[in-house]
């Protein structure tokens, strides 16, 4: 869409990836399940997620704990599939690939970045080496992967580090290390499920300034995680899913000359959107329905060209 539009061949999956001739957002998932099966109990983890995210986004996920994020992130990662519904990411069908395309997938189209610090590196080897190894597993040669593995951490602003191991770098620098790592092999997708969770809040936002700036320079689209509802002052748009299904989103405020990501952050006003789905369901957000103290039968009307809901044990009180 954004991009030229290039033929895709069957032959030529490289061609395939990026080319976005289908319509469709870069990642577009409709009406995505997951259930897991524990024993005998079933847990819907994800229930009709839809989500659509353009090429080049920066996008942040927020939600409670158990709302669903991870198991959003690893099918978009490829380490997971959904139970039912549709799932996509360039021209990958998500649900559908062989295990040969799930080896390509997440070599090619993915970075990704786990909460846990240790997680994301190997203790043994030092910044530089962490950096390199994803792309030795690719076949590039050492030439290559020295001078972008320097030019990543260089990047990321550990130049003067990179001969450290990671138990010699701070949390917030070995997530830098580790954004670096998902970065070695170019994918056009970064992932990251809750990145700065590990983090003191400074450190954290620092990383998210990180990730905004990455998005900017190299144009990767981003899909960040957090539980921390603050994030959707620092990127363009947050997505807050509930009960594992995309509830409301969050978009910035550009006022005149301000610019969306980079460091415009700060005192940034913030507008919370309710997604609409296909077939035209809406989540009333919990703290609403709480205040109001909405019943189970709402009287949905079209009052002065706005849709408006109303308890029908209200309608008498008028207190609602
Ligand atoms: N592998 C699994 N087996 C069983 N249940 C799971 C598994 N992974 C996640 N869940 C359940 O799915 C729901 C969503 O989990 P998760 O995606 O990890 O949420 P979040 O990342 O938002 O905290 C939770 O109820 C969790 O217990
Ligand atoms: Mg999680």
Do not use: C
């Amino acid at each position: 869409m954004q991009e030229e539009t290039r033929p895709a061949g069957p032959e030529s999956s490289d061609q395939l990836k990026a080319s976005g001739a289908s319509g469709r957002p870069y990642v577009y998932g409709n009406d995505v399940f997951k259930i897991f099966k524990v024993a005998d109990l079933e847990v819907v983890a994800l229930r009709g997620l839809d989500l659509k995210v353009e090429k080049g986004e920066i996008v942040a996920i927020i939600g409670s704990s158990g709302s669903g994020k991870s198991t959003l992130l690893n099918i978009l990662a490829g380490y997971d599939t959904p139970s039912a519904g549709n799932i996509y990411v360039g021209d990958y069908d998500l649900l559908n690939m062989t295990s040969k395309e799930v080896v390509e997938y997440r070599r090619n189209e993915v970075g990704f970045v786990w909460q846990q610090t240790a997680r994301n590196l190997f203790p043994y080897l030092s910044a530089i080496e962490n950096v390199e190894l994803p792309m030795m597993l690719a076949g590039r040669d050492s030439t290559h992967r020295r001078k972008r593995a320097t030019d990543l951490l260089a990047l990321v602003g550990l130049g003067n580090r990179m001969n450290h191991k990671p138990e010699h770098l701070s949390g917030g620098e070995q997530q830098r290390v580790a954004i670096a790592v998902a970065l070695a092999n170019e994918p056009p997708l970064l992932l990251a499920d809750e990145p700065t969770g590990e983090l003191d809040d400074e450190t954290g936002a620092e990383i998210l300034e990180l990730l905004n700036h990455l998005n900017v320079d190299m144009g990767t689209t981003i899909i960040v995680v957090t539980h921390d509802p603050a994030i959707s002052t620092s990127v363009g748009r947050a997505i807050a899913i509930r009960d594992g299904k995309t509830s409301t989103e969050i978009r910035r405020v550009v006022k005149e000359g301000q610019q969306i990501g980079g460091e415009a952050a700060g005192a940034a006003e913030t507008e919370e959107f309710l997604l609409v789905d296909a077939s035209g369901r809406v989540q009333i957000p919990r703290e609403m329905i709480d205040e109001l103290d909405l019943g189970e039968r709402l009287r949905v009307e079209i009052v002065d060209g706005r849709v408006t809901l109303r308890d029908i044990d209200a309608d008498d009180t008028e207190k609602k």
